[in-house]
């Protein structure tokens, strides 16, 4: 999904399927801005659900796709994110 992203590319990914999380979409795509995101009920549900989302990821502006990826995603922010994340893990545990 990033890689897409990186390159412009509107992503469409499931979130739910029959209630149950299918993984980090949510975490990645910005719905309506760097592609959407799929709640299917079901199979079929599903499947029209991202029908509808291929016909309408044309009208998504690919540059606001991209920086999506450069505002969240470049090695840079992610190693950023990822030592805030070590050093909030190593406060936590200096007070036990």
């Known amino acids: 999904m990033i890689e897409s992203m990186a390159c412009g590319t509107p992503v469409i990914a499931y979130e739910?399927?029959?209630g149950l999380l299918c993984?980090?979409?949510g975490?990645?795509?910005e719905e309506g801005v760097s592609g959407f995101l799929i709640h299917g009920t079901n199979e079929e549900d599903?499947?029209?659900k991202?029908?509808?989302a291929v016909k309408n990821a044309v009208f998504l502006d690919r540059k606001a796709v991209h920086q999506t990826f450069v505002k969240n995603w470049?090695?840079?922010r992610t190693a950023f994110k990822t030592?805030?994340?070590y050093r909030q893990m190593f406060n936590c545990t200096?007070?036990?």
Do not use: C, F, P, R
């Open 16 to 18: 739910y399927m029959d």
């Open 23 to 25: 993984g980090a979409a």
């Open 27 to 29: 975490e990645v795509v």
């Open 46 to 48: 599903a499947a029209e």
């Open 50 to 52: 991202a029908l509808e």
């Open 74 to 76: 470049t090695a840079t």
């Open 83 to 85: 030592n805030s994340l």
């Open 94 to 96: 200096q007070s036990l």
